[in-house]
C-alpha cells in the first residue's frame, strides 16, 4: 500500500500535536500540590513513644523516644527539595499565566523546559535518598546491626510512607510536564 501512494517501504510520519496549555497548567497544579502537600506531611512527621529499654529484676527501665523527620539528613533533604519543586511549580504557574507579556516566547520555553529538567533531577534524588531511609526503617540491615523502627513507630513510617506517595506522583507528573514542555518547545520552531 506505502508502494502504491510513492511512498518509501519502511517510512512512516508521525504526528506530534502541540501541547495544549491548559492541560501542562493543570499538570503543574497537581504536581504543585503533590509536591507540597509530600513536603508538609514529612516536616510535620513526629512520634513520640514510651519503649521499655531494658529490665532490672522485676523493674521495667522505660525511655521515652521521638522519631522525628529532622533525625535524618536523607529526610530533611526530601522537605529541601520537594519544598523547591513546590516553589518551582509556583513560579511556572505563575510565568505560565503572566507569561503573554514578555516579548521572547522562544527563550522562556527553552528556560522553562531546563528549568523542568533540574527540578525532576532534584525531586528523583531527594524521592531515592528517603526512599531508601524508609526501607531501612522498615526492615533494618542486620549486616550492619541496624534495627527497624517501624515496628516501633508506626504512625511515623505511615506519615512517611504517604509523604513518598504524594512525592513519587509530583515526580511522575514533572516528568510529563517536562516531556511536554520539550515537544511545545520542538514545536514552535
Known amino acids: 500500500m506505502a508502494l502504491e501512494d510513492g511512498e518509501k517501504p519502511g517510512s512512516t510520519l508521525v504526528v506530534v500535536r502541540k501541547p495544549n496549555d491548559c492541560i501542562i497548567l ?15 506531611v514529612m516536616a510535620l512527621n513526629k512520634e513520640t513513644k514510651t519503649l521499655v529499654v531494658a529490665t532490672v529484676g522485676t523493674t521495667q527501665v522505660k525511655a521515652t523516644l ?10 530533611v533533604y526530601f522537605v529541601v527539595v520537594n519544598a523547591m ?9 505563575i510565568v505560565h499565566l503572566c507569561g503573554g507579556k514578555f516579548k521572547d516566547k522562544g ?5 522553562m523546559a531546563i528549568l523542568d529538567m533540574m527540578t525532576v533531577a532534584l525531586a528523583s534524588s ?5 526512599t531508601f ?7 533494618g540491615n542486620s549486616h550492619a546491626r541496624w534495627n527497624k523502627i517501624c515496628d516501633k513507630f508506626g504512625k511515623f513510617c505511615d506519615h512517611g510512607g504517604g509523604a513518598l506517595i504524594a512525592s513519587y ?3 511522575l507528573l514533572l516528568v510529563v510536564i517536562t516531556v511536554l514542555s520539550i515537544i511545545k518547545l520542538l514545536k514552535t520552531k
Open 26 to 40: 493543570l499538570l503543574r497544579v497537581v504536581a504543585f500540590l503533590a509536591t507540597l502537600s509530600a513536603t508538609l
Open 107 to 111: 527563550l522562556r520555553l527553552v528556560m
Open 169 to 171: 506522583i509530583g515526580l
Open 85 to 93: 519543586a513546590s516553589f518551582h511549580n509556583l513560579l511556572m504557574i
Open 133 to 139: 531511609m524508609a526501607q531501612l526503617g522498615k526492615n
Open 66 to 75: 521521638t522519631a522525628k523527620f529532622q533525625h535524618n539528613p536523607a529526610n
Open 126 to 130: 531527594g524521592d531515592g535518598a528517603a
